[in-house]
């Protein structure tokens, strides 16, 4: 009989694994498409869910820059991405969290948008949001927080990740209500609907098989 090492199922997910390389690259596309949606989150004046829309929320209401609070809210999450999620996943997520604070505060020195209008920035935002998120998916990462407790539901009791998402970034987004107006917070929804259509249609339990 083979030694574990060789039998068809370990070669199959050797084959699938993704080599660190490929998890750096996937990092830093991941991260740099999300902190473009958050440029036209910011020069519309919208949000979006999850800790994303609470460091939003921080942003307006304080003193705080995103990357700051977005890097903050995260830090008690990491106990449960560590505890059901395995160290690998947990140093990828913070390294994500770690870049797109950094890119979303050096952002201004590359890039600043003059004038978006808000259905434009809503839909566009939303769809950089799901593309950048599903990346950092499929090489089992996140950007800490929802994203930890819907991958953490997904692989538990398979639970899709982009509905869990979508209702959790919705009920935060209203939570936006006291503090923005009405009709920002509406296309806020409609980004956070767009975001996570993306992660429902192309982020499907055994649908991937890289890690």
């Known amino acids: 009989m083979p030694p574990a090492s060789d039998t068809p199922s370990t070669k199959s997910a050797d084959l699938h694994r993704h080599r660190t390389f490929e998890d750096a690259v996937a990092l830093v596309v991941g991260t740099l498409l999300i902190s473009l949606g958050v440029t036209f989150y910011v020069s519309a004046g919208l949000l979006t869910g999850g800790i994303s829309g609470l460091a939003f929320l921080v942003t307006y209401l304080t003193g705080f820059t995103f990357g700051q609070a977005f890097f903050f809210l995260n830090l008690p999450f990491y106990w449960l991405a560590l505890r059901r999620m395995g160290w690998r996943f947990t140093v990828k997520t913070f390294i994500a969290v770690a870049l797109l604070s950094v ?54 009791y398979g639970w899709s990740v982009g509905k869990t998402q979508m209702s959790i970034d919705c009920a935060i987004v209203l939570l936006a209500l006291l503090t923005l107006d009405p009709v920002k917070v509406g296309w806020s929804v409609l980004s956070a609907v767009v975001l996570n259509l993306i992660l429902t249609f192309n982020h499907k339990p055994g649908r991937y098989v890289g890690s």
């Open 103 to 156: 890119l979303t505060d050096l952002r201004p020195h590359f890039l600043t948008l003059q004038a978006v209008h808000p259905a434009y920035a809503s839909v566009i935002a939303g769809a950089l949001l799901g593309t950048g998120f599903l990346i950092l998916f499929r090489h089992k990462a996140s950007l800490g927080g929802v994203g930890i407790l819907a991958l953490y539901l997904q692989d538990r």
